[in-house]
């Protein structure tokens, strides 16, 4: 679609035309009064420069339209239709504590398990803002919320357990996602908080940091890894003979406060999962996947082509054409 930006411009004509109007009447009001007794006195040849001596006026009158029309700026425009897009803003709490690395998602710990399938999980965010946050007996933020899903990744994979005591701060946890999203403008907002435990450290009370949530109007999903039952949890000790660090282990009942992580998720609008197995894990973020989508619409956008440059650059070739000939090939020489 071509328009016009400034047509208010177009007025300008008005003046033209009436000088081409002027000029043609003055010209027809001239009549020759030469009288002769015989046409044959007079030679009908008409010289070049006199054929022609009109071109310099003409080229006068179509640079300034053409100086007009630039200055009315015509513009191509191609209108880029409404489309939706899905875009919320995630923080992923993912528990530390010595416990992640027990073994009961063999041949790899909860810990390993959980990180690669977050990670599948960020990469399929295509259009979310990501924060990943680990805590144990406290919590820290290892990324702050950001479209950079690489950078997410990596950090994500450097992760060990341990990092950060062995401990399980989940109210902790609770308050570090939540003081990441309140000042976000998203629509939509979420903690993803990944634990195998009971809270035992910190000093804020689980229950209270999802109240924090829920009065900002953030959705928290609780996720609860691990199977139940006795499970095994490897520990490095130092051989007293021969002085090697070794793994023995040692088989722990698995515990997580589903009454709890239930009530955080609730009191959010949002829920819990138990994932027991890898394979339950990966539902469980797939799940998640499903019920966070935003539905953003991008209005629709114009995207707008100046094209005076050419009728200007035209002009000023016809201007400079007007000048030339006027003062040289055309120029009038009194009688």
Avoid: C
């Avoid at 100086?67 to 803003?89: E, M």
């Avoid at 309140?182 to 450290?201: C, F, H, P, Q, Y």
């Avoid at 009065?215 to 490897?234: A, F, T």
């Amino acid at each position: 679609m071509i328009r016009l930006g400034s047509p208010w411009f177009l007025l300008f004509l008005v003046p033209v035309v009436a000088r081409v109007w002027l000029v043609i009447r003055d010209r027809r009001a001239r009549v020759g009064a030469f009288r002769f007794s015989s046409l044959s006195l007079v030679s009908p040849r008409t010289t070049f420069r006199a054929s022609f001596a009109g071109i310099p006026f003409v080229l006068e009158i179509a640079a300034l339209v053409l100086l007009v029309i630039a200055l009315a700026r015509p513009q191509r425009v191609l209108r880029a239709a409404a489309s939706d897009r899905f875009g919320i803003d995630i923080a992923i709490a993912l528990d530390s504590s010595g416990s992640m690395a027990a073994e009961d998602f063999r041949p790899r710990n909860r810990f390993t398990v959980a990180k690669a399938l977050i990670g599948d999980f960020i990469d399929g965010r295509v259009n979310d803002r990501i924060g990943i946050i680990t805590f144990g007996v406290r919590a820290v933020t290892r990324v702050p919320i950001t479209f950079d899903r690489e950078i997410a990744r990596t950090i994500l994979d450097t992760a060990v357990i341990g990092e950060n005591g062995n401990g399980t701060a989940i109210g902790h946890a609770i308050a570090t996602a939540v003081n990441r999203l309140r000042t976000s403008k998203s629509r939509s907002r979420v903690v993803i908080l990944v634990t195998d435990g009971v809270s035992n450290a910190g000093s804020i009370d689980p229950l209270v940091a999802a109240s924090l949530a829920a009065k900002e109007r953030i959705k928290i999903y609780s996720v609860g890894v691990g199977s139940e039952g006795p499970v095994p949890l490897p520990v490095k000790r130092q051989n007293p003979f021969t002085g090697e660090i070794e793994t023995i282990y040692q088989t722990i009942r698995g515990e997580i406060d589903e009454k709890t992580l239930s009530a955080i998720s609730e009191s959010t609008g949002g829920e819990f999962f138990r994932a027991t197995d890898p394979r339950a894990m990966a539902s469980v973020l797939d799940r998640i996947d499903r019920l966070e989508k935003s539905r953003l619409t991008a209005p629709k956008t114009d995207i707008v082509d100046e094209l005076y440059a050419l009728p200007l650059i035209a002009a000023l070739v016809l201007l400079a054409l007007a000048l030339a000939t006027g003062e040289t090939l055309w120029q009038k020489v009194p009688a």
